[in-house]
């Protein structure tokens, strides 16, 4: 299992970027894809995920209305739309992926939940 997070960058505070999260060796119709982040000095924590079955999404509080989660299928990638970018969204974010039934609906955003990691990508939003 690979996972390939991308799209990172510098952008000025209310920008926008897309990370990418494309995964190999595992199928998003078995694997619920979660987005975190950590900044300097600070603990992970959850940003986004998505369901195996792509049709339950989950944010949490401080990005909602802003950040967008979705998915290709076909690409077998994630995406993180982030719109309206705070500097306090700077961080390195990562994609994880966790094993679930074919399909399912469920959202968790616990990163012990996910065994499967890529690499970080650095996003540094400037005020």
């Known amino acids: 299992v690979q996972l390939q997070a991308s799209g990172g960058g510098l952008v000025q505070a209310g920008g926008s970027l897309r990370l990418s999260c494309e995964a190999s060796g595992l199928s998003l119709d078995y694997h619920a894809i979660g987005w975190f982040r950590q900044a300097p000095g600070k603990e992970r924590e959850g940003v986004s995920c998505?369901?195996?079955?792509?049709?339950?999404?989950y944010y949490t509080d401080s990005v909602k209305g802003r950040f967008t989660i979705s998915r290709d299928r076909a690409k077998n990638t994630v995406y993180l739309q982030m719109n309206s970018l705070k500097p306090e969204d700077t961080a390195v974010y990562y994609c994880a992926a966790r094993t679930t039934g074919h399909r399912t609906s469920t959202v968790i955003l616990t990163s012990e939940r996910y065994p499967y990691w890529g690499q970080g990508t650095q996003v540094t939003v400037s005020s």
């Open positions: 998505i369901s195996s079955s792509g049709v339950r999404t």
